[in-house]
């Protein structure tokens, strides 16, 4: 079984809509991050926890939030889908040990028409 | 922030090949990563490596920290090598990494 699951993997709705994607992790990290993807910008970070009452923003908050319902739960939510945030979107957790070595989870499409 | 440059943006190289893709950053760092996606999107961690060099079978990365740049190394490349490769720096322990835009490697038979 994969240690970082994402669901679901693909999505697409309408503009104006409200999404969650869901990010489950049995590696027991504390560290847990979403990320999104789009073509020739690399990876790019929208909020990351250091525990379950950690959260901040990253590079490109707007538009996002996101719960840290347990350790092993991250949760990312539009609340008003628009298309510009049609894209590809990472969960990944980091070892506690001194590398914090990231890995990430399968991600999921998301299209917003 | 800290700024990471990779190179090339693209590679095309025939099987049987050898590649150096480059990592430079714009300050000091206690962590670096290298990580491949494949074709399908999976992302998956290579490196560990701040400072020094590490081998893992036809991948080998060498950094130079006081020079602030990393390279990975591809022998013998294979098709399955193809893919996009990012390096990712962090300056402290307590700060996200940072990613580069990557380097897309397609491996021809």
């Known amino acids: 079984d994969a240690d970082v699951t994402q669901t679901p993997r693909n999505r697409i709705t309408k503009t104006g809509k409200r999404i969650m994607l869901e990010c489950s992790q049995t590696k027991g990290h504390d560290r847990m991050y979403w990320y999104r993807q789009d073509p020739g910008l690399g990876l790019r970070l929208i909020y990351y926890?250091?525990?379950?009452?950690?959260?901040n923003k990253g590079e490109i908050s707007d538009g996002y939030s996101v719960s840290r319902q347990a350790q092993a739960k991250f949760s990312l939510s539009l609340e008003s889908a628009i298309p510009n945030q049609t894209a590809l979107y990472f969960c990944?957790?980091?070892?506690?040990?001194?590398?914090?070595?990231?890995?990430f989870g399968p991600g999921t499409r998301l299209l917003v028409l | 922030g800290i700024q990471v440059e990779q190179s090339p943006p693209d590679l095309i190289l025939q099987e049987g090949a050898n590649s150096t893709l480059r990592c430079n950053f714009s300050d000091s760092v206690n962590n670096l990563q290298w990580f491949h996606q494949n074709p399908w999107g999976q992302l998956i961690n290579l490196f560990y490596?701040?400072?020094g060099t590490k081998q893992n079978g036809r991948l080998s990365a060498t950094t130079v920290a006081t020079e602030r740049y990393s390279l990975l190394y591809i022998s013998s490349s294979q098709t399955t090598d193809s893919g996009v490769y990012f390096c990712?720096?962090?300056?402290?322990?307590?700060?996200?990494?940072?990613f580069g835009k990557g380097t897309r490697l397609s491996v021809i038979a």
């Open positions: 990944a957790t980091s070892d506690p040990t001194g590398s914090w070595t990231q890995y």
């Open positions: 990712a720096v962090t300056a402290t322990g307590n700060t996200p990494l940072v």
């Open positions: 490596i701040p400072s």
């Open positions: 926890s250091f525990d379950v009452k950690d959260i």
